[in-house]
């Protein structure tokens, strides 16, 4: 009875090592895609000069398990104004903010944008690039990367265990135990 149990508990502890590391492959997964979005972005774009008018300083709470505390600080997003090739001069907010302000107004910029969709441009920076990428990539290797060793050490632990584990002979099992065979 007690061996069924702990079977019963090796396969639990399979299907959780195996439902940490599917999390973790899912955030991997998810870096890898938001990563291909960023070269996608960056094989097609031109550049263009571009000037911070403003920093937008803003507090998002809009999720409703987040409550207004002392502790956040609103984020500065720099507001970029630059000019296309051929075309009118345009203004966007970048979707990266941070604090302390990475940008002041008045600073010069580099401007990645598409020529058919100039209103959809960024930040030729790290941090808009790449932030998304590196954090959900990141964090789902590191995810993979426990769950794969737990599960390792536990299957080497088990086999060891498996193996060091005394056999019963035959001889040892009562009479009244084995099976009659006939002669």
């Given at each position: 009875m007690q061996v069924r149990v702990q079977v019963q508990g090796q396969r639990a502890r399979r299907w959780?090592?195996?439902?940490?590391?599917a999390f973790g492959a899912l955030f991997l997964a998810i870096g890898m895609i938001t990563a291909g979005v960023s070269i996608?972005?960056?094989?097609?774009?031109?550049?263009?000069?571009g000037t911070v008018v403003s920093l937008e300083w803003?507090?998002?709470h809009s999720s409703a398990?987040?409550?207004?505390?002392?502790?956040?600080?609103?984020?500065?997003?720099?507001?970029?104004?630059?000019?296309?090739?051929g075309g009118a001069s345009r203004t966007f907010r970048d979707?990266?903010?941070?604090?302390?302000?990475a940008y002041e107004a008045g600073?010069?910029?580099?401007?990645?944008?598409h020529a058919d969709s100039p209103e959809d441009a960024r930040l030729d920076g790290f941090l808009s690039l790449w932030l998304l990428p590196l954090v959900f990539g990141g964090i789902g290797l590191v995810i993979v990367g426990i769950g794969t060793t737990v599960a390792l050490v536990t299957r080497r632990?088990?086999?060891?265990?498996?193996?060091?584990?005394?056999?019963?002979?035959?001889?040892?099992?009562?009479?009244?135990?084995?099976?009659?065979?006939?002669?």
């Open positions: 959780i090592m195996f439902g940490v590391i996608s972005f960056l094989v097609g774009a031109e550049r263009a000069p803003r507090t998002d398990s987040r409550k207004n505390r002392a502790s956040d600080k609103p984020m500065a997003y720099p507001v970029v104004e630059f000019t296309p090739a979707s990266t903010g941070s604090n302390p302000p600073d010069r910029v580099e401007v990645l944008y632990r088990s086999r060891t265990a498996a193996a060091t584990t005394p056999r019963t002979p035959t001889a040892a099992v009562p009479a009244a135990l084995r099976k009659q065979q006939p002669s």
